[in-house]
Nanobody, 124 residues
Framework: QVQLVESGGGLVQAGGSLRLSCVDSGRDFSKYVMGWFHQAPGKEREFVAAISRSGISTYYADSVKGRFTISRDNAKNTVYLQMNSLQPEDTAVHYC?????????????????WGQGTQVTVSS
């Protein structure tokens, strides 16, 4: 059973940084591709980044390339999202998600399990 819990959100000024964490309390974390999505008020949930099961491959939305870094520690059942140079448009609820696929996918419908989300607010 996959149970994902995010943490690390908060309020930060533009140009600042945050690191989000997502812990899986289950036993098969290394079998899932992990992704991060965000959802701003009144908008659709959008893909941010994903990482392969081994952690070797990563993929990013164009809007976060060069600013965000996704990583994972399979020994700790944890995936991270390091967010640098944050901008007001990054303000959203950020969700981690697990996909049973063997390849990285970016569609939210491809992901099987979701956390409850953590709020990130960037002030200008």
């Amino acid at each position: 059973q996959v149970q994902l819990v995010e943490s690390g959100g908060g309020l930060v000024q533009a140009g600042g940084s945050l690191r989000l964490s997502c812990v899986d309390s289950g036993r098969d974390f290394s079998k899932y591709v992990m992704g991060w999505f965000h959802q701003a008020p009144g908008k659709e949930r959008e893909f941010v980044a994903a990482i392969s099961r081994s952690g070797i491959s990563t993929y990013y939305a164009d809007s976060v390339k060069g600013r965000f870094t996704i990583s994972r520690d399979n020994a700790k059942n944890t995936v991270y999202l390091q967010m640098n140079s944050l901008q007001p448009e990054d303000t959203a609820v950020h969700y981690c998600a697990a996909d049973v696929s063997v390849v990285i996918r970016t569609g939210k419908g491809s992901y099987d399990y979701w956390g409850q989300g953590t709020q990130v607010t960037v002030s200008s």
